[in-house]
């Protein structure tokens, strides 16, 4: 049984690394991009595409209307950590995950308890002041209506969130390409592979055995020692309650 292989796995493991995306946070009630049900589908057809209302060029020349989709479709307030998020935090304190690299904004990791997280394309939870540089909590954004001003300059307080015609944070990426190139067990979960640059970090990985957790296929199937096509926190779940017994 999959479960099996990978509680086997993760008993053996000393320097595993966790790469995530979308999929892991959809058991915690936020949708995804392009799933049937993701934010791409489900708000297509309206005056501008989702693509374009997460970009900078949006929030540069359309502010207001940057926000207000933000608000509305990025924050999620009231998530909490699925099984998946719990399972990860209990690996990393016992000692055989060394890093959760991920693709999400939304601070569950952090929130289930794991201390090494790389965001690959930045948090929800913080926010900067464009002009003074002051750091504001996600609630102030939730809080605010319009654009959110800095309460001491009265400058734009803009998401650390890698939006489209952005470029990613070269020194998380390299964190992350660190973490992967050092890893003995890379479990891939939660992410249809498809956005570069951050699906490209799985050529850094050198190590064996490669796990993929997808309710889908995806174009490294091939390439995995072990697929499951499942849901990420029941078999992340019982496979880590398996290898820490």
Known sequence: MSVDELSSILAGARRAVFFGGAGVSTESGIPDFRSATGLYTTRAGGQYPPEYMLSHGCWRDR???????????????????????????????????????????????????????????????????????????????????????????????????????????????????????????????????????AAGLLDYFRGSPLVLINRSATPADSRADLVVHDSIGAVLGAATDAALA
């Open 63 to 197: 502010p207001e209307d940057f926000y207000a989709f933000y608000r509305a479709n990025m924050l999620h307030p009231d998530a909490r950590p699925n099984a998946a998020h719990r399972a990860l935090a209990r690996l990393e304190e016992a000692g055989g995950l060394a890093a959760v690299v991920t693709q999400n904004i939304d601070g569950l990791h952090q929130l289930a308890g794991s201390k090494t997280v790389h965001e690959v394309h930045g948090s929800v939870l913080r926010n900067r002041c464009v002009d003074c540089g002051a750091r504001y909590p996600v609630e102030t954004i939730v809080a605010s209506t319009g654009i959110p001003r800095c309460t001491d300059c009265r400058g734009i307080i803009k998401p650390e969130v890698v939006l489209y015609e952005e470029g990613l944070d070269m020194a998380v990426m390299s964190a992350a390409m660190e973490a992967i190139s050092r890893a003995d067990v890379l479990i891939v979960g939660g992410t249809s592979l498809n956005v570069y640059p």
